[in-house]
């Protein structure tokens, strides 16, 4: 017979299970133990206990990608929460409704979830659910390519960790700071973020961030051009997603090697890739990242000539950008969609996007972003004969490579630079910039391969 307390007993043990079979990815017992929880809680009729075992059924859930099942148990564990006048409950519900909306892309419903969690924490004095919360809208701004709004929020959540050495807190933190760091271009501190969250992750047993964590280390390598080191990384943090069952983490990992295919110039592998992976995020249910793997798969058709074909998946990711309220994607989406008015030779269409584009990537801070369409804006106003400024903006672009350390965006932009001074009659000046370009370019061949060839083409 189930006694009064059994399910609060069940509660106390499933609280201590939950890291173990979540860590080592047993998605599937964990989710039998809390609804076995969840039975006898319901037999017990306690709209408390009932609210928080549903409260942890939809977090499993989420963890293991089931958005939709995640949803179901949340919404009515957040009205048995208030039912109870549970904040605590009503707090971790909002929060984790957040997370799903995050994972959806629908990242304005998921900042109101935040917001709407923090206020009930900070009320109640939940120092760890505060920590979670600024972290999370420290994620939102990040996402949507508000990033120096998610370093505030970041640094906050991690001096709440630090200050309690809550470790599983800190290390969130501090690899989402890395992110952050990756994003605007400042490669080294996301670097010495990324290896200290990495070490964290590992000390407490935490798989699926050690996996999350090894993607993005893979990113820094990648975007330094240091590709088979880029591929290494990426292939440990699949291994780990694969061995979890995790959709999201694999998703994240096969776009990231069909990255790196792409790189290289192999783009029926970096077609198979990106495939592999808009499918995994249509069936997640993220519109954001789904939106990106339209980015890359037109980039695809683009390179192949096949222009008309990537305009409209360009025009379809912006369209979905724009629902979810995702800023710095929707600055690259119409970055690629004026660089497709600039291969048909439309320099005015190009101009007007990719003049939103920069508008975007300064609002964002997005550095790379920026550097990238002041290039392409370069490129367009020499199509139309404005030499003078494409100087200036080609120039601009340039010192952000060189800041950036992108050393091949710095011999492509040279490269073009050289063209231009062409163009204007300047032949010492072209000889100059293109013999630096040249000698960059065979600088990154021969650290990184062939493959570094692309930055050139």
Sequence with gaps: AVTKHAPEQLVAYLQALEPFLRWSGRWADLVAWTEYA????????????????????????WLWGRNAQALDSLRPALDLCRQAGDGWGEGRALNRIGLVYRTEGRLPEAMVHFQESLTIRQEIGDREGIGFC??????VHRLAGRYLEALDFLQRGLEVFEKDQHVEGKSLCTSNLGRVYRAMGRYREALQFMQEGLALAQEIGDRTEEGETLDTLGDVYRFWGDYPRALELYQQSLEIHQELGSPVGQAYAIADMGEVFFLRGDYDRAHGCYQQSLELWQEVGDRRREASLLDSLGCIHRVRGENEQAMV???RSLSLRREVGDRAGEGRALNQIGTGYLTLGRFGEALDCFRHALEIARETGARPGEGAVLNNIGLALAGQGEFLQALAHLEHSLSFAQDLGEKGEEGMVG?????????????????????????????????YGDGARRWFE
Excluded: W
């Excluded at 017990?44 to 009932?50: L, V």
């Design 134 to 139: 600024l972290h999370n809208i420290g994620l």
């Design 38 to 61: 969840l039975e006898h809680a319901s037999l017990a009729c306690e709209p408390q206990t009932r609210g928080r075992l549903l409260n942890d059924v939809g977090y499993i859930y």
């Design 313 to 315: 998946l360009f025009e």
């Design 415 to 447: 490269h073009n630079l050289g063209n231009l001074y062409r163009h204007m009659e300047q032949p010492e000046k072209a000889r100059v910039a293109l013999e630096r370009a040249a000698a960059i370019r065979e600088e990154v061949i021969c650290a």
